[in-house]
C-alpha cells in the first residue's frame, strides 16, 4: 500500500497550501470561507456565466446532425460535466488546484470535434476526447515543459485560424442567408445583440460588462419576441418537458470508437488547451495574492490534471470538451470573492441545472440569430486574441515564416476546401481541418526553426558607451527566443541601471561580462565584473525635496544610487548578488 501510496504522489502531489497575502479590494481569497449565503449568490452568478456560454455546445450539437431531443441531452450533459469538473477544480485535493477556476464548453475545441463527428461519427470524436483527457492527465506534471513546442506564436495562429472557421457559420445565422438571400428580421435581432454585447463591453465596467454576454442574449430575444421569432411556440416547448428529468434522457451516449486519423485532431488541440488553462491558473493564482513572484507549479500541475479529468468526463458523457473559462476569472476579479467555496457551490448548482430539463430546452430554443451574434462576437475575440499572443512575442524572420506559413495553410483549407478534397478518407479530419493543418505546419516549423538557436549567450561590455551594443544584443536573443517583448524591455533597462551603478560607485573594472539565458518561464542575466559584491539596499528613503535642494555631491551620488537599486528590484523578479576570488555576479531574473 505505502508503494502505490508514494507512486501516487509523484504522480499526483498531494495539496499544499500556497502562502499568500491578502490583496486589498478582494473580499475572499481561495482559502478563506464566505458565509452560505454569499457562497450560493455569487456561486449562482458564475452559473449563470457558464449557461450563456452552454451556447457553443449548441452549435456542436446542431452543426453534427443531432434531433432536438439529442441535443437537450447533449447540452445537459455538458452542464454534467462542467458542474463535476469545476467542483473537483475547486477542491484541496492532488486533483484540484484549490482555485475558484470554473470549466465551460471550450471554443477552440468545436472545430476539431465538429469534423471528427462529420467523418467518422461522434463515437469517434468521443473516443478520440477520452484520450485526450487520459493523455493531459498522465501529462499534467511534465506538459509546462512543452511549452517550447506549443509557444505563444502557435496558440495564436491557432486562434486566429478558429476565429476565422467560426465566421461562416456565424454570418450564416446572423444574417438568415438562405437561397431566398438575406432575412432582415434575422439581422435586426443579431445586430441588436451583437450591439448591446459590444456596447457593454466597451463602455460599461464590473457586473455589466461581465454580463454582456447574457444581457446582449436577453436583447436579442426580446427583438425576436416583437418580430415573431420567438415566443408562444418555442415557450410551449419548454414548458412541456418535465420539472427533472436524468440528463441523458432522449440522448444516447455513443460507444467509444478509436480510430488513429480522428484522434491526432483532437489530442493536439486538446494539448494546446490545457497549456493554455496554464495562463488561467498563474491569472487566478495572482488574484489571490498581492505579494505573487513565480508561477506555482504544484498548483499548476493539479489545475492541468483537472482539465484532464473534465475532458476525459466529457468524453465518457458522449459530449463537448471543456476548457478554462475567462470570462469567470473576470467575474472572480470584479466581484472580490475568489473562494474556493464559490466554485464548489457553483459546481453543485450546475449539476442540479442539468437535472432541470426545462434550462438544457430553453438554452436549445434560443434563436439562431442570437447565436449568430454571439459567435460574430466570438470570432472577432479569437481573432484579436490570437493576434495579441502572436505580436507579444519578439519576431525574426524564422518566427515570421512559421506564423505566415501556418495561418496561409490554413486559411486555403478554409477558402479552397476543395484542394484537399482528394485526401484519402483517414486523413480527412487533418487535411480537411484549417484549425489542425494550420496549428500542426505552425508547430513543426516552430520546432525546425529552433535548429542552431543557443538558449543562452553572452557579450562583453567595454564601458557605459557599450549600452547601445547591449540594447542590440538583447533585442537579437529576444527574437531568435520569441520572448515577451515587454520582459526584454524591462530586462535591458535593469540591466543598464545596474551598468550605471556600477560605473558610478567605481567598485569595478571594465570589462563586465554579461551572460544571458533562456527558458519559457524566466530569463535570466548575470552581470559578471572583478570587484566587490553590488549592494542594492537602499540605505535611507528616496526623498524628492532632497534630490532637488542638495548641494552635497556625495549626498546626492548617494541618492541618485539609491535610486537604481531601488529600480532594478522593481524591474527584476528575482535579484541576487554574490562574490568569489575577487570576482563579482549580480544575478537578475525576470519570469517569463
Known amino acids: 500500500m505505502a508503494k502505490w501510496t508514494k507512486i501516487l504522489d509523484v504522480a499526483f502531489p498531494p495539496f499544499v497550501e500556497t502562502e499568500r497575502e491578502k490583496p486589498k479590494g478582494m473580499l475572499f481569497v481561495a482559502n478563506e470561507a464566505p458565509g452560505l449565503p454569499t457562497a450560493l449568490a455569487v456561486g449562482g452568478q458564475h452559473a449563470v456565466v457558464l449557461l450563456m456560454l452552454v451556447l457553443y455546445t449548441v452549435i456542436v450539437g446542431?452543426?453534427?446532425?443531432?434531433?432536438?431531443?439529442?441535443?437537450?441531452?447533449?447540452?445537459?450533459?455538458?452542464i454534467v460535466?462542467?458542474?463535476?469538473?469545476?467542483?473537483?477544480?475547486?477542491?484541496?485535493?492532488?486533483?484540484?488546484?484549490?482555485?475558484?477556476?470554473?470549466?465551460?464548453?471550450?471554443?477552440?475545441?468545436?472545430?476539431?470535434?465538429?469534423?471528427?463527428?462529420?467523418?467518422?461519427g461522434i463515437g469517434a470524436a468521443t473516443g478520440a476526447v477520452i484520450l485526450s483527457g487520459v493523455t493531459v492527465m498522465l501529462l499534467s506534471r511534465f506538459l509546462p515543459k512543452l511549452r517550447s513546442v506549443f509557444p505563444a506564436e502557435v496558440a495564436g495562429v491557432l486562434l486566429v485560424l478558429l476565429g476565422l472557421s467560426l465566421v461562416e457559420g456565424g454570418v450564416r445565422r446572423f444574417t438568415g442567408f438562405s437561397a431566398a438571400g438575406l432575412d432582415m428580421p434575422s439581422i435586426m435581432i443579431a445586430s441588436t445583440t451583437l450591439f448591446v454585447i459590444i456596447a457593454l463591453s466597451v463602455w460599461t465596467a464590473g457586473r455589466p460588462k461581465l454580463?454582456?454576454?447574457?444581457?446582449?442574449?436577453?436583447?436579442?430575444?426580446?427583438?425576436?419576441?416583437?418580430?415573431?421569432?420567438?415566443?408562444?411556440?418555442?415557450?410551449?416547448?419548454?414548458?412541456?418537458?418535465?420539472?427533472?428529468?436524468?440528463?441523458?434522457?432522449g440522448y444516447d451516449i455513443p460507444t467509444p470508437k478509436l480510430i488513429f486519423a480522428a484522434v491526432i485532431p483532437i489530442l493536439l488541440i486538446e494539448v494546446i488547451s490545457a497549456i493554455d488553462s496554464i495562463g488561467t491558473s498563474v491569472a487566478i493564482d495572482k488574484i489571490n495574492n498581492s505579494k505573487w513572484h513565480r508561477a506555482d507549479m504544484p498548483m499548476i500541475g493539479r489545475a492541468v490534471t483537472c482539465h484532464g479529468i473534465g475532458v476525459l468526463l466529457a468524453g465518457l458523457l458522449g459530449t463537448f470538451q471543456l476548457g478554462t473559462s475567462s470570462a469567470n476569472l473576470g467575474l472572480a476579479h470584479a466581484s472580490g470573492v475568489a473562494a474556493r467555496r464559490v466554485g464548489m457551490m457553483a459546481g453543485a448548482i450546475l449539476v442540479v441545472m442539468a437535472f432541470l430539463p426545462q434550462v438544457s430546452t430553453f438554452i436549445t430554443q434560443i434563436p439562431q440569430p442570437v447565436v449568430g451574434a454571439i459567435v460574430v462576437y466570438t470570432a472577432g475575440y479569437m481573432l484579436v486574441a490570437g493576434m495579441e499572443l502572436v505580436l507579444s512575442r519578439m519576431l525574426n524572420s524564422r518566427r515570421t515564416f512559421m506564423i505566415g506559413l501556418g495561418i496561409t495553410v490554413g486559411s486555403v483549407v478554409l477558402l479552397m476546401p476543395e484542394i484537399t478534397a482528394g485526401a484519402p478518407e483517414g486523413l480527412q479530419p487533418i487535411v480537411g481541418s484549417a484549425l489542425t493543418l494550420g496549428t500542426v505546419t505552425a508547430m513543426v516549423l516552430n520546432m525546425v526553426f529552433r535548429i542552431g538557436i543557443a538558449q543562452s549567450g553572452s557579450i562583453p561590455l567595454t564601458g557605459i558607451e557599450s549600452l547601445t551594443k547591449l540594447t542590440d544584443f538583447l533585442e537579437e536573443k529576444g527574437e531568435d527566443w520569441g520572448a515577451r517583448r515587454q520582459v526584454m524591455m524591462r530586462a535591458g533597462m535593469a540591466v543598464g541601471e545596474a551598468l550605471e551603478k556600477l560605473s558610478g560607485t567605481g567598485i569595478t573594472n571594465w570589462p563586465i561580462v554579461l551572460n544571458v539565458s533562456y527558458d519559457e518561464y524566466k530569463i535570466t542575466l548575470d552581470i559578471d565584473y572583478e570587484g566587490e559584491p553590488i549592494n542594492l539596499a537602499v540605505s535611507k528613503p528616496i526623498s524628492l525635496d532632497d534630490l532637488l535642494e542638495d548641494d552635497d555631491d556625495d549626498a546626492l551620488d548617494e541618492l541618485v544610487s539609491n535610486v537604481s537599486g531601488m529600480l532594478i528590484g522593481q524591474l527584476a523578479d528575482k535579484v541576487e548578488s554574490s562574490s568569489d576570488n575577487g570576482r563579482a555576479t549580480l544575478k537578475l531574473v525576470f519570469d517569463h
Open 62 to 78: 446542431q452543426e453534427i446532425g443531432l434531433t432536438q431531443s439529442e441535443l437537450r441531452g447533449f447540452v445537459s450533459l455538458c
Open 81 to 120: 460535466a462542467a458542474g463535476i469538473t469545476t467542483f473537483i477544480q475547486s477542491t484541496p485535493t492532488r486533483f484540484g488546484s484549490g482555485h475558484l477556476i470554473v470549466h465551460n464548453p471550450s471554443t477552440i475545441s468545436m472545430a476539431g470535434f465538429i469534423a471528427v463527428s462529420a467523418s467518422y
Open 211 to 249: 454580463f454582456a454576454i447574457v444581457i446582449g442574449a436577453a436583447s436579442g430575444l426580446v427583438v425576436a419576441a416583437i418580430l415573431g421569432r420567438f415566443g408562444q411556440e418555442q415557450m410551449q416547448v419548454v414548458t412541456q418537458q418535465p420539472i427533472f428529468s436524468l440528463p441523458f434522457s
